[in-house]
């Protein structure tokens, strides 16, 4: 007897119909029924009822369909389990479209327990439409241009907005600042390599103004300069506030009056699988960030 005659038989119980079975095995129905033959001969008993090109199962084939099942499934998990190695190892790719001190900090727990794993990841944002359909994972905002795209997220975390600045600006003793008061000021812009704006560039044009923009920047490198070179005037998140204020003290950074949070998402596509390293990873983030 054979692995393979018990899956034939598997299949052809599970619909009592040699010829659905015979397409879904992809061979022949002849093939198939010599191979049914045979299990028979070799068990001495008859397995199906058989009624002009009809089949039925049997007393004799209920039975064996229950413990060929039980087989086929212990055989199956064995060699799921002959699979996993017993220390996780692989590469991870990230594309960050925003940054989070909080996910660097998991990724850092995570590798502390998986040193064989190890992070690629990506903050070229100008190559984010041709890259991200090779990452196992993007880390951005709901707000991302690439995440109508994106088909399963979980939430990081809900960041909120500041506006950055100099000490020496009329508006940078207020505790807090409305998005109706910088109409007149002159800014600079994250800009998408697909001709989107930031997120805050949207908020301004909903609180009635459009936005002057001295500086277009495709890097948030190139942002945090002109911003710490008091250029222009623009709007961070929490990360970047605890960075300016401790090491910039000519800078006011200063909350909104409009509450805007903007969501972090860690983000993959369902229909790309994940290695097992990215599924662990992905089960790890999620305890670490939502059952926490």
Not at 207 to 225: A, E, H, M, R, W
Not at 227 to 245: C, M, R, S, T
Not at 248 to 254: E, G, K, Q, R, W
Request: charged fraction near 20%; include cysteine.
């Amino acid at each position: 007897m054979e692995i393979q005659q018990l899956q034939y038989f598997e299949r052809i119980a599970s619909y009592e119909n040699i010829s659905r079975a015979a397409k879904e095995l992809n061979i022949s129905q002849s093939a198939l029924s010599n191979s049914i033959n045979r299990l028979e001969t070799e068990l001495d008993t008859p397995l199906f009822t058989r009624v002009g090109k009809k089949l039925f199962l049997n007393n004799a084939g209920n039975q064996f369909l229950k413990t060929t099942r039980q087989v086929l499934f212990l055989l199956t998990t064995n060699r799921l389990i002959s699979k996993i190695p017993s220390n996780l190892a692989g590469n991870l790719s990230i594309m960050i479209g925003q940054s989070d001190l909080a996910f660097f900090q998991c990724l850092g727990e995570y590798r502390s327990q998986n040193p064989d794993i190890s992070f690629h990841l990506f903050l070229d944002s100008q190559f984010l439409d041709t890259l991200l359909p090779t990452q196992d994972f993007l880390l951005s905002t709901n707000y991302h241009p690439f995440f109508q795209d994106i088909h399963a997220s979980i939430p990081i975390s809900h960041r909120r907005l500041y506006v950055v600045l100099p000490k020496e600006h009329p508006l940078s003793t207020v505790p807090e600042i409305s998005l109706s008061q910088l109409s007149k000021e002159k800014f600079v812009f994250f800009h998408y390599s697909n001709g989107n704006w930031e997120r805050a560039y949207t908020l301004c044009v909903k609180s009635g103004f459009i936005p002057t923009i001295t500086y277009t920047v495709d890097q948030p490198l190139l942002k945090l300069y002109f911003l710490i070179h008091k250029a222009a005037i623009g709007f961070v998140n929490d990360d970047l506030k605890e960075y300016l204020e401790p090491y910039f003290p000519d800078l006011a950074v200063l909350p909104l009056k409009e509450v805007v949070e903007s969501p972090l998402y860690l983000s993959w596509k369902e229909d790309i699988p994940l290695s097992t390293a990215a599924l662990d990873f992905l089960d790890f983030a999620k305890a670490y960030f939502i059952e926490s």
